[in-house]
Nanobody, 123 residues
Framework: QVQVVESGGGLVQAGGSLRLSCAAS????????MGWFRQAPGKEREFIAS????????NYANSVKGRFTISRDNAKNTVLLQMNSLKPEDTAVYYC????????????????WGQGTQVTVSS
């Protein structure tokens, strides 16, 4: 059974940083895309970033480009999301996801989802 588990959320002041982790178990992510989405209250879940495990190739939403960095730790089967220069509008539940087929920005393209971790940025 595949499990995807996020950690690292919390409360931070605007301009600060947080690092989220995503651990995949039950299937090694070697052949897959791994990604992050977020969902703010009253809004749709939106794509943030993705990485192709084998190549390390990354893709980012314009809203986070230059501030967020997605990376992988091969030894731990873990994907990291380093978030810098955080803004109040980054406040959301952040979801890790695995195994995409189709357009990466669509939630329906992804197969496995974590339960989410809350990130709150105060002004």
């Amino acid at each position: 059974q595949v499990q995807v588990v996020e950690s690292g959320g919390g409360l931070v002041q605007a301009g600060g940083s947080l690092r989220l982790s995503c651990a995949a178990s039950g299937r090694t992510p070697t052949d897959y895309h791994m990604g992050w989405f977020r969902q703010a209250p009253g809004k749709e879940r939106e794509f943030i970033a993705s990485i192709i495990w084998n190549s390390g190739s990354t893709n980012y939403a314009n809203s986070v480009k230059g501030r967020f960095t997605i990376s992988r730790d091969n030894a731990k089967n873990t994907v990291l999301l380093q978030m810098n220069s955080l803004k109040p509008e980054d406040t959301a539940v952040y979801y890790c996801t695995m195994d995409a087929s189709g357009l990466l920005a669509l939630t329906t393209s992804w197969r496995y989802w974590g339960q989410g971790t809350q990130v709150t940025v105060s002004s």
